[in-house]
């Protein structure tokens, strides 16, 4: 193996983690909670979602919409009224995700505090030298 062919192995973050592509799109700082909110609340509208999930901006919820429903993860549907309605849902790739969202969901409830009182005995101890 040449030394190019070495380093874009040793470099490339798909080969060193195959599921990177997937936190990529998946635990984006806005994606979890838009797709959790459409699993666990079903169809809604832009506003509904923007209630629903405390300190995002319309613009940022607006692009990660979009992002999602370029993914195939969400569906947006218009309907031609007065005024007009758009509504966003879970697609089935999306539901796809639910046992994934179920276990991380699991792992908080049982590990959380654990994390918390290792950060707490670092902090404790002070920083490593």
Aim: net charge negative; glycine share 4%.
């Amino acid at each position: 193996m040449s030394a190019v062919q070495t380093e874009s192995r040793t470099t490339d973050p798909e080969l060193a983690c195959p599921i990177s592509p997937v936190v990529d799109i998946v635990f984006s700082r806005w994606t979890t909670p838009i797709l959790w909110s459409l699993h666990a609340f079903g169809r809604q509208r832009f506003v509904e979602l923007e209630r629903r999930i405390a300190g995002i901006t319309p613009k940022v919820l607006t692009q990660r919409l979009r992002q999602l429903e370029r993914d195939g993860l969400v569906v947006r549907t218009y309907h031609p009224e007065v005024p007009p309605r758009v509504e966003y849902e879970i697609s089935e790739l999306g539901l796809s995700l639910a046992p994934l969202f179920a276990h991380l969901a699991e792992w908080a409830t049982d590990n959380l505090d654990h994390v918390e009182r290792a950060r707490e005995e670092y902090d404790a101890a002070g920083s490593p030298r």
